[in-house]
């Protein structure tokens, strides 16, 4: 797993092949020397928007700093002297040997994030799959329209963040947190989702596929459009409004709508059995989803509809 300690070695080896100082390199980021020293002896990371800024002026990609990246000596990093550089190096811009602007290109597929700050990231364009991420930071992050894939997910915190239209495949998640996030029109197909917190999110259209959804905190969550269809769900409570929801060729184990008023949502599957219902409402349609499932229907009261 890529560390601390591994991505200060690899800021020393840049700043020297570059043969600048770490006071040199610290008046570049408009930061002290002593925040350089921590990172190079691997004390704090820089977050990811000073990370970009050290991939520019360091003349390499943010590919370089994940654990397979590529040396600083493949990047043709200048190795004028500290005073050319000091005079031909602006503050806040990139050193580049042809005198151009060069477009930062990244990609944090494949790599063993541990321990980052993220939060506030955008723009990440479909480059951080196949990757190993545990103990992240994404809070506030622009993550949607994005396809992830075969990433392992652990104890990573997308609190607030926008997540939105993102499709997220053959996933493991566990014990992460999406507190308040925006995951409308999200698709999981494939992922398991354990130990989450889902508390306060608008889980408005979002699709949950052929996976696992267990042991997640979901209060206050919005359900509406919601589907769940060949998952397996166990140990939840679902409560609030549950409206134009679908629950297809599902499993349940030990799941509870408590004190829920469910309308116009779908229930398909063999038996409902494992499904306890506690002082919840329902229309007629759903009542009727319900009780061809065999679902123990005493803890429901049917809706009165209303008539002209």
Same mark, same amino acid.
């Given at each position: 797993?890529?560390?601390?300690?591994?991505?200060?070695?690899?800021?020393?080896? =840049?700043?020297?092949?570059?043969?600048?100082?770490? =006071?040199?390199?610290?008046?570049h980021?408009?930061?002290?020397?002593?925040?350089?020293?921590?990172?190079?002896?691997?004390?704090?990371? !820089? +977050?990811?928007?000073?990370?970009?800024?050290?991939?520019?002026?360091?003349?390499?990609?943010?590919n370089?700093?994940?654990?397979?990246?590529? *040396?600083?000596?493949?990047?043709?990093?200048?190795?004028?002297?500290?005073?050319?550089?000091s005079?031909?190096?602006p503050?806040?811009k !990139?050193?580049?040997?042809?005198?151009?602007?060069?477009?930062?290109?990244? %990609?944090?597929? $494949?790599?063993?994030?541990? +321990?980052? %700050?993220?939060?506030?990231?955008?723009?990440? &364009?479909?480059?951080? *799959?196949?990757?190993?991420m545990? /103990?992240?930071?994404?809070?506030? $992050?622009?993550l949607?329209?994005?396809?992830?894939?075969?990433?392992?997910?652990?104890?990573?915190?997308?609190?607030?963040?926008?997540? @939105?239209n993102? /499709?997220? &495949?053959?996933?493991?998640?566990v014990?992460?947190?999406?507190?308040?996030?925006?995951?409308?029109? =999200?698709?999981?197909?494939?992922?398991?989702?354990?130990?989450?917190?889902?508390?306060?999110?608008?889980?408005?259209?979002?699709?949950?596929?052929?996976?696992? #959804?267990?042991?997640?905190t979901?209060?206050?969550?919005?359900?509406?459009?919601?589907? #769940? *269809?060949?998952?397996?769900?166990?140990?939840?409570?679902?409560?609030?409004?549950v409206?134009?929801?679908? #629950?297809?060729?599902?499993?349940?184990?030990?799941?509870?709508?408590?004190?829920?008023?469910?309308?116009? @949502?779908?229930?398909k599957?063999?038996?409902?059995?494992?499904?306890?219902?506690?002082?919840?409402?329902?229309? /007629?349609?759903t009542?009727?989803?319900?009780?061809?499932?065999?679902? %123990?229907?005493?803890?429901?009261?049917?809706?009165?509809?209303?008539?002209?």
């Open positions: 797993m890529l560390t601390s300690k591994m991505i200060g070695t690899k800021i020393t080896e =840049a700043r020297k092949k570059m043969q600048i100082s770490q =006071a040199q390199l610290a008046e980021l408009f930061i002290s020397s002593q925040a350089v020293g921590k990172w190079e002896r691997g004390e704090s990371l !820089p +977050d990811i928007i000073t990370l970009n800024r050290l991939a520019e002026i360091l003349g390499v990609t943010l370089y700093f994940s654990e397979n990246g590529e *040396s600083a000596s493949s990047e043709k990093i200048s190795t004028e002297s500290s005073e050319e550089q005079a031909e190096l503050l806040g !990139p050193n580049l040997s042809n005198g151009k602007a060069k477009k930062l290109s990244w %990609d944090m597929s $494949s790599g063993n994030w541990g +321990d980052a %700050d993220f939060s506030g990231l955008k723009n990440l &364009q479909e480059r951080f *799959s196949s990757s190993n545990q /103990r992240c930071l994404f809070i506030g $992050s622009d949607s329209n994005l396809l992830l894939k075969s990433n392992n997910i652990d104890s990573c915190d997308f609190s607030g963040s926008d997540i @939105t993102s /499709r997220i &495949q053959g996933s493991n998640l014990n992460n947190k999406f507190i308040d996030c925006k995951l409308n029109e =999200a698709d999981f197909s494939g992922s398991h989702i354990l130990g989450g917190d889902f508390t306060g999110c608008d889980l408005t259209g979002v699709t949950f596929k052929s996976g696992g #959804f267990e042991k997640n979901i209060a206050n969550a919005v359900w509406n459009r919601t589907t #769940f *269809s060949a998952m397996y769900l166990a140990d939840l409570t679902f409560e609030g409004t409206e134009d929801c679908c #629950f297809e060729n599902s499993a349940f184990k030990r799941v509870t709508f408590r004190n829920a008023t469910l309308t116009n @949502t779908f229930f599957n063999k038996s409902l059995k494992n499904v306890k219902f506690i002082d919840c409402q329902a229309d /007629r349609l009542y009727e989803f319900l009780k061809n499932g065999k679902a %123990d229907l005493t803890g429901i009261t049917l809706l009165i509809e209303e008539t002209e």
